[in-house]
Antibody, heavy 122, light 108 residues
Framework: QVQLQESGPGLVKPSGTLSLTCAVS?????????WSWVRQPPGKGLEWIGE???????NYNPSLKSRVTISVDKSKNQFSLKLSSVTAADTAVYYC???????????????WGQGTMVTVSS | EIVLTQSPGTLSLSPGERATLSCRAS???????LAWYQQKPGQAPRLLIY???SRATGIPDRFSGSGSGTDFTLTISRLEPEDFAVYYC?????????FGPGTKVDIK
């Protein structure tokens, strides 16, 4: 079955850029799914960051849109997140997740990666 | 964006009891595109319910979802020890998808 695995630096300096990758195994990133990033600050709730389709089409959370870029690499079967100008408020566990298309829109998040903790600190 | 409110914040119950969790949306959720997730400490969320009332693959039938419009409910008919966790609702009918703040179900 499809599995997702996040990877990337666990520590990022303030004002720097957070970069994470999600590797997709057991299935193709070019299937009829949207691929998302979701984050969770320590002890807090879940926040959707954005999503990408294998065609390269993206949607971002308006609250983060100016700082977020999500891209896809079909040759490596993975997608990536870049979040610029980070502050301590961006410290969180970052998850990648899959949603199947429901009629024409992304559905619920049915598969999640295990998550990776990113701390923003000097 | 649609704001989701969950109640209660914490639910203290004993194994075998029935749990009723509420999720209210600030505006109608399109086509009942409402999901419920379970999250245990140190783990990723797990999809329980989608489309307000459909169980995800492998989810026991003691979990059920209901509701439409702005009011949704997750019911756990008889709590098992492994059900004590935090539960989040999420709407995906309009962008951006949003999550509720969660309800913690703990052991009384």
């Amino acid at each position: 079955q499809v599995q997702l695995q996040e990877s990337g630096p666990g520590l990022v300096k303030p004002s720097g850029t957070l970069s994470l990758t999600c590797a997709v195994s057991g299935g193709s990133i070019s299937s009829s799914n949207w691929w998302s990033w979701v984050r969770q600050p320590p002890g807090k709730g879940l926040e959707w960051i954005g999503e990408i389709y294998h065609s390269g089409s993206t949607n971002y959370n308006p609250s983060l849109k100016s700082r977020v870029t999500i891209s896809v690499d079909k040759s490596k079967n993975q997608f990536s997140l870049k979040l610029s100008s980070v502050t301590a408020a961006d410290t969180a566990v970052y998850y990648c997740a899959r949603s199947e298309i429901v009629v024409v829109i992304p559905g619920a998040f049915d598969i999640w990666g295990q998550g990776t903790m990113v701390t923003v600190s000097s | 964006e649609i704001v989701l409110t969950q109640s209660p914040g914490t639910l203290s119950l004993s194994p075998g009891e029935r749990a009723t969790l509420s999720c209210r949306a600030s505006q109608s959720v399109s086509s009942s595109y409402l999901a419920w997730y379970q999250q245990k400490p140190g783990q990723a969320p797990r999809l329980l319910i989608y489309g307000a009332s459909s169980r995800a693959t492998g989810i026991p039938d003691r979990f059920s979802g209901s509701g439409s419009g702005t009011d949704f409910t997750l019911t756990i008919s008889r709590l098992e020890p492994e059900d004590f966790a935090v539960y989040y609702c999420q709407q995906y009918g309009s962008s951006p998808p949003t999550f509720g703040p969660g309800t913690k179900v703990d052991i009384k």
